[in-house]
């Protein structure tokens, strides 16, 4: 699969790269790769930091201003264990006082195959919303290793642009 540089380059994504040497103990260095990406989709611009090294993990946020208010969304997932003795079929706990957008989000999920990723891999989220002082912010954070990462990157992406679609047309925002 292509670097997670090449896939930026060829969807026109802004790039940044830092690799940092950090002390891990007993007098031994270690490195911490910094990949910082943003991108403007609808006139709302995602950020996305990702952390190798030391620790693996990314974020991803989105915001924008807005007079109408926007119900918050909390999305998190079941473990995989714990849905296999219970019986649980999705592995997403989402919840969001405005029915269609939890169902929505709930279906864009499927879409994007993030539910298939959930389901196979370590892949296990949270995301969350919050709407004050007519700012709408959404974030994720997970973890996946850096080959995973590069590899189910646009499932990702794909998601949060879809979730910016759906609430763009459900509360009929003008960016």
Not at 66 to 93: A, F, Q
Not at 109 to 132: I, Q
Not at 143 to 155: D, I, S
Request: aromatic share 14%.
């Amino acid at each position: 699969m292509e670097t997670l540089k090449k896939f930026c380059q060829q969807q026109g994504y802004s790039y940044h790269f830092k690799l940092t040497k950090i002390l891990a103990g007993n007098g031994t260095y270690d490195y911490l790769e910094k990949h910082f990406i943003a991108f403007v989709y609808k006139k709302v611009k995602l950020s996305i930091s990702s952390s190798y090294g030391y620790q693996d993990h990314s974020s991803i946020t989105f915001s924008f201003k807005t007079v109408k208010p926007i119900p918050s969304i909390s999305i998190d997932t079941y473990e995989n264990l714990y849905r296999k003795l219970v019986g649980v079929k999705t592995p997403w706990k989402i919840s969001c006082k405005d029915f269609q957008l939890k169902e929505l989000t709930l279906e864009q999920l499927n879409v994007s195959r993030l539910t298939e990723l959930a389901n196979n891999t370590s892949f296990s989220p949270t995301m969350s919303s919050s709407n004050s002082s007519n700012h709408y912010e959404f974030k994720t954070f997970y973890t996946l290793g850096k080959a995973e990462e590069v590899e189910h990157f646009e499932k990702i992406i794909n998601f949060h642009k879809a979730l910016i679609d759906h609430i763009i047309s459900r509360y009929k925002l003008k960016l």
